[in-house]
């Protein structure tokens, strides 16, 4: 079973910074692709950036420029690194492993941008 644990999120001030991490642990592929997602009260959940196993990253529109995201693959560990941030970043941001034929989610850490 693949178990995906993030960490790193709280509170910050807006212009501040915030590095979440996601460990995933169980059955994984060497080929995958792991990525961040958000979800803000009544909004539905979004894309924020992907990563493949060999390195390859796409991100979303809102986040390009401020957020990056990496990976360890011998920690099994992706990284999203928030700068700038503003209050409108604030949600719960879910870490995703798409494993194969198969998907999985973090249980999701709380950012709150302050104005």
Same mark, same amino acid.
């Given at each position: 079973?693949?178990?995906?644990?993030?960490?790193? %999120?709280?509170?910050? &001030? =807006?212009? +501040?910074?915030? *590095?979440?991490?996601? $460990?995933?642990?169980? /059955?994984?592929?060497?080929? !995958?692709?792991? %990525?961040?997602?958000? &979800? =803000?009260? +009544?909004?539905? *959940?979004?894309?924020? $950036?992907?990563?493949? /196993?060999?390195?390859?990253? !796409?991100?979303?529109?809102?986040?390009?420029?401020?957020?990056?995201?990496? *990976?360890?693959?011998?920690?099994?560990?992706?990284?999203?690194?928030?700068?700038?941030?503003?209050?409108?970043?604030?949600?719960?941001?879910?870490?995703?492993?798409?494993?194969?034929?198969?998907?999985?989610?973090?249980?999701?850490?709380?950012?709150?941008?302050?104005?």
């Amino acid at each position: 079973q693949v178990q995906l644990v993030e960490s790193g %999120g709280g509170l910050v &001030q =807006a212009g +501040g910074s915030l *590095r979440l991490s996601c $460990a995933a642990s169980g /059955s994984i592929f060497r080929s !995958n692709f792991m %990525g961040w997602y958000r &979800q =803000a009260p +009544g909004k539905q *959940r979004e894309l924020l $950036a992907v990563i493949s /196993s060999g390195g390859s990253t !796409n991100y979303a529109d809102s986040v390009k420029g401020r957020f990056a995201i990496s *990976r360890d693959n011998a920690k099994n560990t992706v990284y999203l690194q928030m700068n700038s941030l503003k209050p409108e970043d604030t949600a719960v941001y879910y870490c995703n492993l798409r494993n194969g034929p198969s998907e999985y989610w973090g249980k999701g850490t709380l950012v709150t941008v302050s104005s």
